[in-house]
């Protein structure tokens, strides 16, 4: 396996983390447990299948969320959270609460996730 090069160690989670729909993918997972692919595209819309698929491979491949395959007729797959992942939890929480408090009019909240959300 190639290494990737990082300059620090905030890198390392950056390249983890770092993506169109990562942290909300781990999020989602964290707040809500497993979920099929259907489910996270329901509660991630902002993102395309592809988009997705792609990121939900990395994730996959940096040890933060299992892919689990059932044997079915059609195939299962479901997703959630490693312990690796897990371990994340209080960062994406900072990371809500950081965008909270600094939210201003450039933005546009069209489906509030963090804001004490325990749906």
């Known amino acids: 396996m190639e290494k990737i090069q990082v300059t620090c ?3 390392v989670t950056l390249k983890m983390i770092g993506g169109k729909c990562k942290p909300l993918i781990l999020d989602s997972l964290i707040r809500h447990g497993t979920q099929r692919f259907s489910e996270l ?3 991630i819309t902002q993102v395309s299948q592809r988009t997705l698929t792609n990121q939900l491979r990395e994730l996959e491949s940096d040890g933060l969320i299992r892919r689990t395959v059932y044997a079915e007729v059609p195939p299962r797959v479901e997703y959630s959270i490693t312990p690796k992942g897990k371990s994340l939890e209080t960062i994406l929480n900072l990371m ?3 965008g909270e408090k600094n939210i ?6 069209t489906n509030p996730q963090c804001s004490g959300c325990e749906e």
């Open 9 to 11: 160690e905030m890198e």
């Open 41 to 43: 595209m329901h509660r």
């Open 96 to 98: 809500c609460e950081w």
């Open 104 to 109: 201003d009019d450039r933005f546009e909240m």
